[in-house]
């Protein structure tokens, strides 16, 4: 057929598995960017002269441990960028991160996490994906600055919850 660039049929009956649920408590370590700070775990990118920061860009290696102790067991690394996207508070940033699984059962798994970072105590951070043991993942990651932090270390807790698909393979 002329004009046609696309053919749709129905797909033959496939058993996927169920979907799995895992919740996973963890803290997030964030070594604030800085010339005092020798320990940071982020780093100025673009540091444009607008307004409120408008266009900082930070690229950011956090780490994820199971207490608020940074020097416990790294369970995960938070790997990504986070760009001040907000024109009218210096406190709106965007963030595309994996969270890349290191140690454990979920070693070698990946969550890919997109969301907001405000001055705000609270907040969440939608995953919109991920690999090996967390094939197809969604889910929803609750966080709240933990009373232990500092002006060097931002600490969050983190109430993470994932559906995925068991990876069959």
Known sequence: ????????????ICMRPCPSEV????YLHQFVAGPNHPNR?????????NAFGFGNTLVHDWTMTRTTNPSDTIIARVQGTHIQAGTTNANHWYIS?????????????????MGRL???????WSIVGGTG????????????????SNKDDA?????????YEANVA
């Not at 775990?41 to 002269?49: C, D, K, R, V």
């Not at 001055?119 to 969440?124: A, D, P």
């Not at 600490?155 to 559906?163: D, F, G, H, P």
């Open 118 to 124: 405000t001055e705000n105590n609270v907040g969440q």
């Open 1 to 12: 057929m002329a004009g046609v660039y696309a053919q749709i049929a129905p797909a033959p």
């Open 155 to 163: 600490i969050r807790e983190l109430n993470i919850r994932i559906i």
């Open 133 to 148: 043991e967390f094939l197809m993942a969604q889910g929803i990651i609750n966080y709240k600055m933990d009373p232990a």
């Open 23 to 26: 919740n996973l408590h963890l």
């Open 97 to 113: 991160q994996n969270i890349v699984f290191q140690s454990d059962r979920f070693a070698g798994s990946t969550l890919q996490v």
């Open 41 to 49: 775990n982020e780093e100025f990118l673009i540091s444009p002269a």
